[in-house]
């Protein structure tokens, strides 16, 4: 059965620090793995990794994609109080093509 | 903004009522996804619509059904609410592999 285990389950951190955020996962032919941000309702899109190795970066938000060893990390540096929200990690497979499979997510709270 | 609009933004209903949620997708989008998602909890698939077809279903009972129209807005109804169809129901609309999020109706069922 497909799986995606997502760690820590929560942190808290103070502003200024970075974060590093750990999705495996478990697919029959994997086809890509999304990262989103959830502050109230909607998760908005971070990142779509398809290729390992190769890092995704938007601002203070980057992502790599590790797909012999099954997993991916979310980096936030210098964190800021707006960076609080659950993180979700999504895989896509090539057999069941746009259903997502999500992780429980990472609960992030940034103090001032 | 994602430009995938939901409603109602709330909904409070009774055990064994039925109710139906509804969604707008992007322009241009011909996929949209309904998620299911539990306090605590990531999303669960309910079932995909492509071109007013249902292409593919999650774990979930006949007594969710769903709809897609001509300009490829949706419909989710769930049938014989219980109390454990309580959650917030996402849909999305998709290009290119990616998936974009309307902002969710908070369902509960007293």
């Known amino acids: 059965e497909d799986k995606v285990v997502q760690s820590p389950l929560s942190l808290v951190v103070h502003e200024g620090d970075t974060v590093t955020l750990n999705c495996s996962y478990e697919v029959t032919n994997f086809r890509s793995l999304l990262w989103y941000k ?33 997993f991916s990390i979310l980096n936030i540096t210098a964190t800021q109080t707006g960076d609080s929200a659950i993180y979700l990690c999504a895989v896509d497979s090539t057999d069941s093509w746009g259903k997502f499979q999500f992780g429980a997510g990472t609960q992030v709270v940034v103090t001032p | 903004e994602t430009g995938v609009t939901q409603s109602p933004t709330h909904l409070i209903k009774t055990r064994g009522q039925q109710v139906t949620l509804r969604c707008s997708s992007q322009s241009g989008h011909n996929t949209v996804s309904w998620y299911q998602q539990a306090l605590g909890q990531g999303p669960q698939f ?8 249902e292409n593919g279903r999650g774990n979930f009972p006949p007594r969710f059904s769903g709809l897609q129209f001509p300009n490829y807005s949706s419909e989710l109804n769930v049938n014989a609410l219980e109390l454990d169809d309580s959650a917030l129901y996402l849909c999305a609309s998709s290009l290119g592999g990616t998936q974009y999020f309307g902002p969710g109706t908070r369902l509960t069922v007293l």
């Open chain 1, 38 to 70: 959830q502050e109230k309702k909607a998760p908005t899109f971070l990142f779509m990794l398809t290729s390992s190795g190769i890092e995704k970066k938007s601002g203070r938000l980057s992502s790599i994609l590790d797909k012999k060893e099954l």
């Open chain 2, 46 to 53: 309910i079932f995909q619509y492509y071109r007013e077809e």
